[in-house]
């Protein structure tokens, strides 16, 4: 700490600075107080200037109090001072939880009391000078260094407890006349958790002289003997690290099955791998370490219970080209095609035989009269033999309530040329099947798919791959979230179906008629609601201010998803029958050419053509 220092100085990372009343309790008590809106502010603030405690309003959006709390703990200037959030909870504690689970030092529930605000305050200032008052040793260490860190503390014959900090991870170790006596970190003790902390790659490491009491059960080894056996295990860790397969994999069951008698570590990264977690994925998943991900995914490979799926589009047009090459069954759908291409809109009402009737000048709403009035027929619901296979189209995507309006118009549009309700059931796992007859004999089943796909709607999509027609994934998200989420799905889509593939953008006008899409501010991260059919224009973050010009909503899906060019990509008004008819000849259209055409593989479409 500086010398000399008078204030003790407050970052408060808060969107109002008269939230909570806080500038207000603390101002009078004698703190300096500095005020940042976001986590990107905060952490430019503390690159130049000294803190000696951080408050964070837990009810900033979109979890920003949680990322704010990860991101400070990477800094070392911060990572020994306190972190406090303060906000409001509910009974259960959820917030207080989230904050300790992010790395917060203390959790403090609004309204603030008066008198137990600034002594908490008090108590962690006090805490840290006490802290650094007994230190002996406090470093940023990588690895290596902090081994010989340890070794240094032996040759000593120190005895005391060392704190030892990588983000919100930590752990302690207590030494006894140089000898490793304790060791906890993650959850694990003993050596298993000294080995957690050399596997990371840096860290913060206090060593704090004191008498401290020895715990039961403790390990009462020299440390040079177990700093030596933990590096070779670190060692064969990071040997597995470098043969993993790259980041973006999915994997498949093997030929080999998980044994029965498998330990918990290997049936948690299994069942993750067989539910679509990538790589990178499993290497992040807060139920075990990385270390042990690693080392159990490269064993259960080299096993072959799992096996490498192939990249997520990889040789798209070839693949295209070779799924639909021997099912010429499916050149049926050219009748299916060319009876929904001859449709004329508006609709006629499927309950009478009035003609429909423009609305607001939009022919999604059918004519006719309303239920109980003269003229209304009911429909009776179409039989149907489930045991016959039929084409099947799959729509899929994050968000379930973005599904619901292409499969409502395509419920009218069937309702309207054959005056019956179509079959309908529902799977156990939780995928829902239509099966349409547009016209006699000609069948199509969709199916919509849960927004996470675990292990029997897996089983569902391999049973079925065979009757697979096409996928349509829908998005109206383009932030960080659901990119991942929108991901995953094609991921474990594409590792069972490589055939035809549209990605679409639905335009669906809210009541003040406007097409909105969501994506993150490339600042701060915030999330922003705009309108698709500004393109161009400007508009003002309200978390970090900056300015930011609305993209094409075709081109910015395209960019975070990072896909090939010949993945179409395509905005549909999705609660339009005519609109969901063109999807539906624009998709049959796809797989009849290259059932034709069995001389190229190469597709004739580019993103920035496809508006429906």
């Not at 499927?350 to 003609?355: F, I, T």
Request: glycine share 6%; with cysteine; net charge negative.
């Amino acid at each position: 700490m500086p010398a000399n220092r008078g204030k003790p100085v407050v970052l408060l990372v808060v969107a109002s600075p008269d939230r909570y009343g806080v500038m207000n309790l603390l101002q009078p008590l004698g703190f300096q107080v500095s005020v940042c809106e976001n986590t990107i502010q905060a952490t430019h603030y503390l690159i130049d200037h000294w803190v000696d405690l951080v408050l964070i309003d837990s009810a900033l959006p979109n979890d920003e109090a949680f990322t704010c709390c990860r991101e400070l703990h990477r800094t070392s200037s911060v990572s020994m001072y306190p972190i406090l959030l303060l906000g409001p909870d509910d009974a259960a504690g959820s917030a207080a939880a989230a904050a300790f689970e992010a790395g917060a030092d203390d959790f403090m529930t609004t309204p603030l009391a008066t008198a137990g605000f600034p002594a908490r305050l008090q108590f962690h200032l006090e805490s840290i000078k006490r802290l650094q008052a007994v230190s002996s040793i406090s470093a940023n260490a990588s690895s290596a260094e902090l081994a010989m860190i340890l070794q240094f503390l032996e040759a000593e014959r120190r005895t005391g407890r060392m704190i030892v900090k990588h983000h919100s991870c930590k752990g302690t170790l207590l030494l006894s006349n140089g000898r490793l006596v304790h060791a906890e970190a993650r959850g694990f003790l003993g050596i298993e958790a000294l080995d957690e902390m050399l596997s990371w790659t840096s860290s913060t490491a206090t060593f704090l002289d004191s008498d401290a009491a020895t715990p039961s059960g403790g390990l009462e080894m020299k440390i040079s003997e177990a700093v030596t056996q933990a590096i070779a295990r670190v060692a064969s860790y990071r040997a597995a690290q470098r043969q993993l397969p790259p980041a973006e994999t999915l994997f498949l069951p093997g030929p080999v099955d998980l044994p029965r008698d498998s330990d918990q570590v290997h049936r948690v990264v299994y069942e993750h791998a067989l539910t679509g977690a990538t790589v990178d994925e499993l290497m992040r998943d807060h139920e075990l370490s990385r270390r042990h991900s690693t080392v159990a995914l490269l064993e259960l490979i080299e096993a072959e219970h799992l096996v490498t799926a192939p990249p997520l589009f990889l040789d798209f047009g070839y693949q295209l080209f070779q799924a639909y090459r021997q099912r010429k069954s499916l050149r049926s759908l050219r009748t299916l095609k060319a009876g929904l291409d001859a449709v004329s809109f508006p609709l006629k009402s499927p309950h009478s035989d009035d003609e429909g009737r423009e609305v607001g000048g939009q022919t999604t709403i059918l004519g006719g009269p309303r239920p109980g009035h003269a003229g209304w027929r009911q429909l009776p619901t179409r039989n149907a033999t489930w045991r016959i296979p039929a084409p099947t189209l799959i729509l899929a995507g994050n968000d379930p309530l973005v599904l619901q309006p292409i499969h409502d118009a395509m419920v009218l549009l069937h309702e309207s040329l054959t005056k019956t309700h179509a079959a309908h059931r529902k799977e156990l796992c939780g995928i829902s099947i239509t099966r349409f007859e547009f016209f006699t004999d000609q069948l199509l089943d969709v199916v919509q798919l849960p927004a996470v796909l675990d292990r029997p709607c897996l089983r569902w999509l391999d049973q079925h791959a065979s009757e697979l027609l096409a996928v349509l994934l829908f998005t109206a998200d383009h932030t960080a979230e659901a990119t991942q989420q929108n991901l995953r799905l094609l991921r474990q889509l594409w590792a069972r179906f490589k055939g035809s593939y549209h990605l679409i953008v639905p335009k669906l006008l809210t009541k003040d008629h406007r097409a909105l899409f969501r994506l993150d501010c490339a600042l701060c991260g915030h999330r922003l609601a705009v309108d698709m059919d500004d393109v161009g224009e400007q508009t003002t973050c309200p978390a970090c201010q900056a300015v930011v010009t609305i993209p094409d909503c075709l081109d910015c899906l395209a960019k975070t998803m990072g896909l090939p060019d010949d993945v179409p990509i395509v905005q549909v008004a999705v609660d339009r029958p005519k609109a969901v008819r063109d999807l539906l000849v624009l998709e049959l259209d796809v797989v009849l050419k290259l059932l034709d055409d069995q001389t190229s593989p190469t597709p004739e479409w580019t993103n920035e053509t496809w508006t429906l």
